[in-house]
């Protein structure tokens, strides 16, 4: 007997013994709930459910941004994000949104995890002042090569 509650199949054990090909198969397109005894278990597609635990990752760590922003407290979330200017942290602000949104439509988080990566470097590199100070040296236009294509 076959029972669809919540948008997955729901099957006895038996019956998945009987016809494991099928639900397996059914498996990798949408859940599939495996009844036994009083238990139930349900076979997900892998790559489904890593992407619900990346998703959830990174929605709560959105959450926790948003929060901070709103309340004006110090970020816990992103500790290096005091280390932007104003204008930065409402770029990277707009910028986290728009990625979020964007991986939520599509599914894929790298974009996510890419942005956090290089506004983290921007921030380490703003508070590093020796960093700072051979970034903004002027150098002796006499001491470049240029280059012949």
């Known amino acids: 007997m076959v ?3 919540f948008s997955d199949e ?16 059914m498996a990798a397109r949408r859940p599939v709930t495996v009844t036994y005894g009083s238990r139930k278990l349900t076979i997900l597609n892998r790559e ?5 635990f990346i ?10 941004h948003c929060n901070e922003v709103v309340k004006g407290t110090k970020s816990n979330a992103f500790p290096w994000i005091e280390h932007l200017d104003d204008e930065e ?9 728009d990625s979020i949104m964007m991986a939520i439509i599509t599914e894929d988080w790298d ?3 890419t942005l956090l990566e290089d506004w983290k470097a921007t921030a380490e590199t703003e508070s590093d002042e020796e960093i700072m100070k ?12 240029a280059l012949k294509e």
Do not use: M
């Not at 489904?48 to 619900?52: D, G």
């Not at 998703?55 to 926790?64: D, G, P, T």
């Open 3 to 5: 029972t669809t509650v």
């Open 10 to 25: 729901i099957v006895n054990a038996t019956e998945l013994r009987a016809k494991q090909s099928h639900w397996l198969t």
């Open 48 to 52: 489904k459910i890593r992407n619900l």
């Open 55 to 64: 998703q959830a990752h990174y929605l709560e760590l959105f959450v926790k």
């Open 89 to 97: 942290k409402r770029q990277f602000h707009e910028e986290f949104i």
């Open 111 to 113: 974009g996510v995890e």
């Open 134 to 145: 051979a970034l903004g040296a002027k150098q002796e236009p006499d001491k470049y090569i």
